[in-house]
């Protein structure tokens, strides 16, 4: 009894310190800026690699093939660890100096969801230059180059102490005690908490918002240094990812305290470190079976019921600007990059120099158009009997599955103005479905395919019940600890067992499979089209653009919050069913949260409110890379497209939130809007005015217009020059 | 649109033809006032005038997209809040003004902020402060958000003053007061006026504005339609209906 009691204060207070460290970082940068700073496990990984590469002396070295340019360089520092520390605290001082100069400042007036998908953003980056620089293996912390010595210090009841870990929990103790007397007795923490109350009133009193915002980026930075350096040593092994679950239990404690209340933050890390052990030694105890994914399913319980109960507490500092949605205004053209590549100065160039009102200009266009059109679906319809090499097939059976995992984003983040990092979750849901119609009930083919989909019901309703309370940040939250959650429990228990699908003989061969998967692709993209334009479409984009108006309008949000998230779950489930038949057997790396992050992200650079975005993004983001694995061995794989995919996806945000899909609409609307608008529009309550405006819009077209024609008959007019 | 060219030394503020819009709807038309030094100037009319729009223009809350704002006889069109607020030119927001979830006491150093290094100064201006509302020594440790609305509207105004600005915008003075607590506060405006306090305040309260400052100015539909005396304001019939019936022509 002791011994058990003892035992789950070593491993509970040393994970809840860590909790507690990557929640504070968290809650500092949150406070100053109100940006939820998804990219936290990413700094913070990044910056471990880079102490213990300098610790270990490891040859660090970058070798960049891009084009014609190649960069071939390397250095090989060896440091002891103390000597090590403030190099790396400088280099995460610069980092977060970078970060918030280059990437964060231009979305300072961005809507929250636009934040959160920014810093997901920036979390790709990091992992993805990470493992550029410090390559793909885990890093490992030898007992040479741990934080303090992991022989014991004290044996309380036969459970060994060790200096490492009583060292962490220190750390932790002395740092929030720093922080807390920072916030309490100096200027700038002053300052810092009235700009998380009332950053207008708080300017007004001479604080420069900026100058805080930098501030709380180069400390917060530094404070993830501190905390991967000590996560790394305590975990011995650790990779971007690992940190980036981690950071969401840090957020998950950031949550309990509002995101803006340090020792309830810290508290709740603690709280959710004992929580965990408590629930391990317990379990273990009967079945270590059992064990696999119950922690992630207790920090999934205690954030639904914290976020479900609003206290008083979270919701007090959260104001309007934070729920709305992901259309409406962009981050800004302050990016310094979007300067040089003003996509409006751009095509005020092009207007100039193509001739305007011609006739034979709209032909082209309309031609070059139905040109692309005609050739893709050509190009799908005959695809087995070109002469492409053997490697194409499976590739191309992949692009139709994450055509369909992109349209379930699209329906749900897009139309519905819902977040969700939970679509993962829905390709194992799917898996698992057809696991089980096929083995254990022995359903002939097509029909497990339906099991997975109708499985996704129950599920789609399960995730979508938060969303009826929740919005933004915390929905995010809620389903980013829901995917954790399927990620640690679901998935190992379909996967790992070696659960196996078979196809039958008729379907073995690739081009009838590659026919049927085309045909359900097609089918779904039809129906999804379709209710676009009715009635039920047009209430989802009422919800987003304004819950408020459309429930004037009698809509009523639950259900229809609800029908969006059981479509979107049935076509992302859809797609799991396809992938277990593909690839044999449900695989672990598609149902993950970082799966569902990097095409959340890709969804949004291709367009995440239009039906051609899909396209875009199973294109560029699926087929090429999958070619590309095929074509070159997987020890070579560069980062390279990973990083530009990142660096793209920011600076699509900050240019047009609708993605590369509607841009040639933005870039119109810009250039129109600017003729008489200087872009000093910024003003929070007239974006509610807008979206108001909008949501009244979708409610009154009551002719069911094709939506499509629409567009390209407005399209080709402003291309024409026609007045408008 | 008139040119910023005519700036006497006696002028403390002087705004030129502000324009200002939200999106597509336009708030602030061409609106030109100035401040002589040492005056109390009223800004009076309807409900979305853009009589506070007008002040956050002026502290750059909301960017302007034409006109220019001089403050002591230099061009602070572009300058970020906290520099306009560091040039000595104090705005009180208007509803409940003070930061509910500090303590008299913070609310009143965050007021010093300006002031941080100066430690002599910082204690000066709090001593002030307390010394104009003595009941905040005792509830120094108390949280905003627990005082009432008069109280907090108090608390804010002493918070501007910290540091010694040269002069105080107030909004929406009497949002939600009882009258005798906007009487108490106009006095107390009326003192710091007399100690050389430049006062411009947003009231709706128009018969006692009249009566305590020097000058009223009166705006409707985003452009300024009276400067002068308030008893000749009295006279023009015109535009005081639309203040008591709320409607324009």
Redesign the interface.
């Known amino acids: 009894m002791i011994h058990t009691t003892f035992s789950i204060l070593s491993g509970g207070l040393v994970a809840g310190a860590v909790y507690a460290l990557l929640a504070m970082g968290l809650v500092l940068i949150y406070k100053a800026t109100r940006i939820p700073n998804f990219a936290y496990g990413g700094m913070a990984s990044f910056l471990a690699f880079f102490h213990y590469n300098l610790v270990t002396g490891r040859r660090v070295s970058l070798n960049l093939d891009l084009l014609y340019l190649h960069i071939h360089g390397g250095v090989t520092v060896h440091l002891s660890f103390w000597a090590a520390l403030p190099v790396t605290l400088a280099a995460a001082a610069l980092l977060g100096w970078f970060i918030e100069r280059l990437i964060i400042r231009p979305f300072a007036k961005a809507s929250m969801v636009t934040l959160i998908i920014v810093t997901l953003g920036l979390n790709l980056l990091l992992t993805a230059v990470a493992e550029q620089v410090f390559g793909t293996k885990d890093l490992v912390v030898s007992n040479a180059h741990a934080i303090f010595s992991r022989s014991p210090v004290l044996s309380l009841g036969g459970v060994n102490f060790t200096y490492e870990r009583l060292g962490v929990v220190a750390i932790v103790v002395v740092l929030s005690a720093g922080v807390w007397a920072f916030f309490r007795f100096t200027a700038t923490g002053l300052a810092i908490r009235a700009v998380a109350t009332d950053r207008d009133v708080a300017s007004l009193l001479g604080v420069s918002v900026r100058q805080l915002s930098v501030v709380s980026w180069v400390t917060g930075s530094m404070v993830a240094a501190v905390a991967g350096v000590a996560l790394a040593s305590i975990v011995i092994s650790s990779n971007p990812g690992l940190l980036f679950v981690l950071s969401i239990k840090g957020f998950a404690a950031a949550i309990v305290g509002g995101m803006v209340s340090f020792p309830i933050a810290v508290a709740a890390g603690f709280g959710i470190g004992i929580g965990e052990e408590l629930v391990r030694q317990t379990i273990v105890q009967h079945d270590t079976k059992l064990y696999t994914g119950a922690p992630e399913v207790l920090t999934l319980g205690a954030v639904i019921v914290v976020l479900a109960l609003r206290p008083r507490w979270i919701f007090k500092g959260i104001r309007d600007d934070e729920d709305t949605g992901i259309t409406g205004r962009g981050g800004g053209s302050e990016l310094f990059l979007v300067r040089w590549i003003d996509p409006v100065e751009a095509y005020r160039l092009l207007r100039a120099a193509i001739p305007t009102t011609s006739p034979g200009l709209r032909r082209t266009t309309r031609g070059i158009r139905i040109g692309v059109v005609a050739g893709l679906a050509l190009f799908a319809v005959t695809f087995p009997f070109l002469p492409l090499p053997a490697f194409w097939t499976l590739p191309a059976n992949l692009t139709l599955i994450y055509l369909l995992v992109v349209l379930s984003f699209v329906v749900l983040v897009g139309w519905l103005g819902q977040i969700s990092v939970a679509q993962g979750a829905f390709l194992a849901v799917g898996g698992a479905g057809v696991a089980v119609c096929a083995n254990t009930l022995h359903l002939p083919f097509p029909l497990p395919i339906l099991g997975g989909v109708l499985l996704s019901i129950p599920v789609s309703i399960l995730i979508g019940l938060p969303a009826l309370r929740l919005r933004g940040l915390h929905l995010v939250v809620a389903t980013l600890a829901f995917g954790l959650a399927a990620e640690r429990a679901l998935l190992p228990r379909f996967s790992e067992g070696g659960v196996r699908v078979v196809l039958p003989t008729y379907m073995r061969s690739d081009r009838a499979l590659y026919y049927f998967f085309l045909a359900v692709t097609v089918v779904a993209f039809v129906l999804a089209g379709r209710m676009k334009a009715t009635r039920v479409g047009r209430s989802f984009f009422a919800i987003r653009d304004s819950e408020t108006v459309a429930s004037a309008y009698g809509i009523r949000p639950v259900r229809v919050k609800l029908t969006g998230f059981v479509v979107s779950g049935a076509i992302a489930s859809l797609a799991g069913s396809m992938l277990t038949y593909q690839l044999g057997a449900l695989n672990a790396g598609y149902g993950s949260v970082a799966f569902s992050i990097e095409w959340l992200a890709y969804s949004v650079v291709a367009g995440i409110t239009s039906i051609a975005g899909p396209i875009i993004g199973a294109l560029f983001f699926g087929l090429y890379p999958e070619l590309a694995k095929s074509t070159v061995s997987a020890s070579n794989i560069s980062h390279i497209q990973e990083i530009f995919a990142a660096v793209l996806l920011i600076v699509i945000m900050a240019v047009n939130p609708e993605g590369l899909a509607s841009m040639s609409r933005f870039v119109r609307s810009r250039a129109s809007a600017h003729e008489d608008d200087d872009g000093a529009s910024d003003a929070e309550d007239l974006a509610a005015i807008e979206a108001a405006a909008t949501a009244e819009r979708h409610l009154e077209e009551l002719p069911l217009e094709a939506d499509a024609d629409g567009d390209i008959d407005a399209e080709e007019a402003a291309l024409s020059g026609a007045p408008s | 649109m008139t040119m910023a060219t005519d700036i006497g030394a006696e002028t403390i503020l002087a705004a030129r033809g502000l324009d200002l ?5 336009q708030i602030l038309f061409d609106v030109s006032i100035d401040v002589r030094r040492g005056e109390f100037v009223a800004l009076l009319g309807t409900n979305g005038a853009g009589k506070s729009t007008f002040l956050k223009a002026v ?1 750059n ?5 034409s006109g220019r704002v001089h403050f002591e006889g230099d061009d602070i069109t572009l300058l ?4 306009i ?2 040039r000595g030119l ?4 208007g509803g409940r ?1 003070s ?4 303590t008299v006491e ?1 609310n009143l ?3 010093g ?2 002031l ?1 290094s100066q430690k002599g100064r910082l204690a000066e201006g709090m001593a002030r402060a307390f010394d104009l509302f003595p009941w905040m020594v005792t509830r120094r440790r108390q949280l905003a958000g627990t005082l009432s609305g008069g109280e907090q509207q108090m608390l804010a105004i002493a ?2 003053l910290v ?1 010694e600005p040269s002069m105080l915008m107030v909004d929406e003075l009497s949002l939600g007061l009882a009258p005798i607590i906007v009487e108490e506060l106009m006095g107390v405006l009326k003192t710091l006026n007399g100690q050389g306090i430049t006062v411009l305040v947003v009231e709706q309260h128009a018969t006692l504005a009249m009566e305590v400052a020097e000058r009223v100015l009166f705006m409707e539909k985003g452009q300024v339609r009276f400067s002068g005396d308030g008893r000749d304001l009295l006279g023009r019939e015109d535009l005081l209906r639309s203040v008591f019936l709320g409607a324009g022509h």
């Open positions: 819009r939200y999106g597509r709807v502290s809350l909301s960017p302007i997209s970020p809040p906290d520099v607020a560091a104090a705005h009180v927001p003004g930061l509910p979830d500090l913070e150093r965050l007021g902020h300006l941080r918070r501007a540091t």
